[in-house]
């Protein structure tokens, strides 16, 4: 059961990582956190080469 919680909070870590990452690179804030969800630490490597958002 502790590895659970370990797994569910390291989770939620990467989803707050990848939101500052995209938020101060101007990258698209929702499919980052939807990135760092379905993926979990995979996606923090790969916000760091997201485009910014197109206005």
């Known amino acids: 059961m502790p590895v659970t919680y370990a797994l ?3 989770n939620i870590l990467c989803i707050v990582v990848c939101y500052q ?3 101060e690179r101007q990258a698209n804030i929702r499919f980052w956190g939807w990135m760092a969800v379905l993926f979990g630490p995979f ?5 760091f080469f ?4 197109e206005k």
């Open 21 to 23: 990452i995209a938020k």
């Open 8 to 10: 569910v909070m390291i």
């Open 43 to 47: 996606a923090v490597p790969f916000v």
């Open 50 to 53: 997201a485009k910014p958002k």
